[in-house]
């Protein structure tokens, strides 16, 4: 079975631009969340989607957002992009029935330049 | 607010040595803990996780871990380690209300493996 699939694995964009990164979660899981990694720094929470409602919201600003699609997989969108938003971003899904493990993706490495 | 702290940024150990790494965490309620261990350009891969019951859970790869209740300590060990465990390691936090989606991670603990 395929595991946590995120693309691209590596984006360039230039400030002020958007990108979406996409995320599919494995098969049967109905929950993704994503996350953010500023280099040398741990994860931090985005979002969680689940049924394609959003369950949960970080603390980032409303220039992050995100949908969940029929299928389970699910889009990140950031808008008016920051030197800041450089960081690898993290999909991970579940069951999202709240006591099963997290699946990780292996990230989109996002440069902002 | 939920956080993780550990304190150790790097720590280098020689192969077959016995390992410790450092897990401190605050939260209000019953924590759901875990470790996760990155390895370069990859992602996160759960080590093991603590929600209730026994406070010594073992993991995979020879891992252990033990909830403190007392010290808020959820601290990682391993009896011998092998060059293949060098690699970042994360302690988080989680909580009843999102379960293990949510998660509040440390800023990780870059382990060294040395001949």
């Known amino acids: 079975d395929a595991g946590v699939t995120q693309s691209p694995t590596h984006l360039i964009k230039t400030r002020g631009q958007h990108v979406t990164l996409r995320c599919s979660p494995i098969s049967g899981h109905k929950s993704v969340s994503w996350y953010q990694q500023v280099l040398g720094q741990g994860p931090q929470f985005i979002f969680q989607y689940y049924e394609k409602e959003e369950r949960g919201r970080g603390n980032f600003p409303d220039r992050f957002s995100a949908r969940q699609f029929p299928n389970y997989s699910s889009e990140l969108n950031v808008n008016a992009l920051l030197l800041g938003d450089s960081a690898l971003y993290l999909c991970?899904?579940?069951?999202?029935?709240?006591?099963?493990?997290?699946?990780f993706g292996s990230g989109t490495q996002l440069s902002v330049l | 607010a939920q956080s993780v702290t550990q304190p150790d940024i790097h720590i280098t150990v020689s192969e077959g040595a016995s390992l410790e790494l450092r897990c401190n965490y605050s939260y209000g309620a019953t924590p759901y803990l875990f470790w996760y261990v990155q390895s370069p350009g990859q992602g996160l891969q759960l080590l093991l996780k603590?929600?209730?019951?026994?406070?010594l859970v073992q993991g995979i790869k020879g891992f252990e871990a033990e909830f403190k209740r007392s010290q808020s300590s959820f601290n990682l060990r391993k009896p011998s380690v092998h060059w293949s465990d060098a690699a970042e390691y994360f302690c988080a936090v989680g909580g009843e209300d999102f379960g293990n989606e949510k998660l509040t991670f440390g800023t990780g603990t870059r382990l060294t493996i040395i001949p």
């Open positions: 991970a899904s579940s069951s999202g029935t709240g006591d099963e493990k997290l699946f």
């Open positions: 603590y929600f209730s019951g026994d406070t």
